[in-house]
């Protein structure tokens, strides 16, 4: 299907644009085609009204304007209003309900956090004002309620993210700037050496600027497809930092230092050794199935066995370990993506992040045969995955969503009571600065008493990381 809309008001665009694509993920927006929808939106005596024209015929829906509002209130009202109106549009069009509902474009839990201001029961409000399934707004609960305590909400703390864009082969599904290591292999001792000399100028700013580290976090990317010797090079600034303690009631961690290990094909005992030196206190082992014919269809070089084999190596040291999954790989049913959430339930890692996988533009996977394996599984398989952790005893504590993503879903990190990871928190509800060294890394200043966050980004690919001069780490 291709569709021409028209949102007649510009402020309200995207959000059109957004309710369209989530009950159509695949369609083509052609300028040129004969116009199918356009949305109008308009003030009239106090009654906000829009109009929605489908395929020649126009409907109007109204609804006052509570009386009062500063300018501010009005427009999200208004916004409101034409989101959800279309939301029901489509819904009786399809006869398709959306999980989030008429939520796009923005954190769930904000909104989530905002109605906790006002109203008793916030999950009650998120059904009935935004349509969010039940299922959801439990889960936003419960995100928000394992969440709580750990925000920082000082201007002082900090958190610290690096990036290695290497890995040893490139997913399907990727649309990360990540290159196979091999390829670039001339260019990891310059990037390593530059890596290495952002690192030591950011903890000096933090130093300098008596900032306090709550977290480490050494993502890509897959780390771990550098060698032991290369990923001590560039880490060994790290060695021996000090971190602020991060306490939660009784709760007390300090010094969260993680690297996403990552594939299981690039683990070894070496590499092990040298993250245990360096002060690594958690990785991830990502097998994303535990399904090897899935497996070799989205281009990963390692089996099931594989996994197992890395995950058992890994568990000889202190670490805590997350395992990463994806619900609705191509062609994968209920019951593979039952029996991968069952076998690493069995492992009891201290965490595990169940993702919905995104198409986005950039990633080798066929859109055509995706959209035919994707469709509907990806409820099912995510609800289970809800179900079986929760009885195992770990609780959701992040969140986010992307676009693109089956069935309109999310991706939930889950943790045994305890062991969240604070750097994940702190990233995805913003409540800290993050600095962020390395290629395609973007340094997030938050400034929590005026409400407000700047980001400012490197360089977004090797060659001009490597070109480039470093950019700043103060505003
Ligand atoms: S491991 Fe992650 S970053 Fe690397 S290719 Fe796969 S999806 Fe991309």
Do not use: W
Not at 375 to 380: D, F, I, M, T
Not at 451 to 463: F, M, P, Q, T, Y
């Amino acid at each position: 299907m291709k569709i021409n809309y028209q949102p007649i008001l510009p402020p309200f665009m995207n959000d059109v644009q957004d309710i369209v694509r989530a009950f159509y993920p695949y369609i083509e927006i052609d300028d040129d085609a004969p116009q199918t929808l356009s949305v109008s939106y308009s003030l009239k005596n106090c009654r906000m009204l829009v109009g929605i024209v489908f395929e020649g015929r126009t409907k109007y829906f109204s609804e006052n304007i509570p009386s009062g509002l500063s300018e501010i209130l009005y427009k999200k009202a208004a916004k409101k209003f034409v989101k959800t109106t279309l939301y029901l549009f489509c819904v009786k069009l399809t006869g398709k309900e959306l999980p989030y509902g008429s939520l796009t474009g923005v954190h769930p839990l904000y909104v989530y956090r905002e109605l906790k201001l006002n109203f008793q029961n916030p999950r009650v409000a998120l059904e009935r004002d935004f349509y969010v399934s039940p299922s959801r707004a439990s889960l936003l609960r419960e995100v928000s309620e394992t969440q709580c305590g750990y925000f920082s909400n000082s201007d002082v703390n900090c958190d610290l993210y690096i990036n290695v864009p290497f890995c040893p082969t490139r997913c399907s599904y990727c649309s990360f700037i990540s290159t196979e290591v091999g390829r670039v292999k001339a260019q990891i001792p310059e990037y390593a050496a530059k890596l290495r000399k952002e690192i030591e100028e950011t903890l000096e700013v933090i130093a300098v600027r008596g900032r306090k580290l709550r977290s480490v976090y050494v993502g890509g990317g897959t780390p771990f497809s550098l060698s032991a010797e290369t990923l001590k090079q560039i880490l060994e600034p790290l060695k021996g930092v000090s971190f602020t303690a991060v306490t939660r009631g009784q709760l007390k961690r300090t010094g969260e230092f993680t690297i996403e290990a990552g594939r299981p094909d690039a683990i070894t005992r070496e590499k092990l050794e040298a993250a245990l030196e360096l002060g690594v206190t958690r990785i991830s082992v990502n097998p994303q199935t535990l399904n090897d014919a899935t497996l070799v269809k989205i281009g990963r070089n390692h089996t099931a066995a594989d996994f197992f084999a890395s995950y058992a190596l890994a568990r000889e040291y202190p670490f805590e370990i997350n395992v990463d999954l994806i619900a609705a790989l191509p062609d994968e049913t209920f019951e593979d993506f039952r029996s991968t959430v069952d076998g690493v339930i069995a492992l009891a890692p201290d965490n595990i992040t169940v993702h919905t996988l995104s198409i986005k533009h950039g990633s080798q996977l066929n859109l055509a045969d995706y959209k035919k394996s994707a469709e509907g599984v990806a409820l099912a398989q995510t609800d289970y995955a809800h179900t079986a952790l929760n009885a195992a005893g770990y609780f959701a504590y992040y969140l986010y969503r992307q676009k693109n993503t089956a069935d309109n879903l999310e991706n939930v990190g889950y943790a045994k009571k305890g062991k969240e990871c604070v750097y994940n928190i702190d990233y995805m509800e913003e409540t800290n600065t993050v600095y962020a060294c390395g290629a395609g890394a973007v340094t997030k200043f938050v400034f929590n008493t005026q409400n407000r966050i700047e980001r400012v980004s490197g360089a977004k690919d090797l060659n001009t990381y490597l070109e480039r001069p470093l950019p700043p780490k103060e505003l």
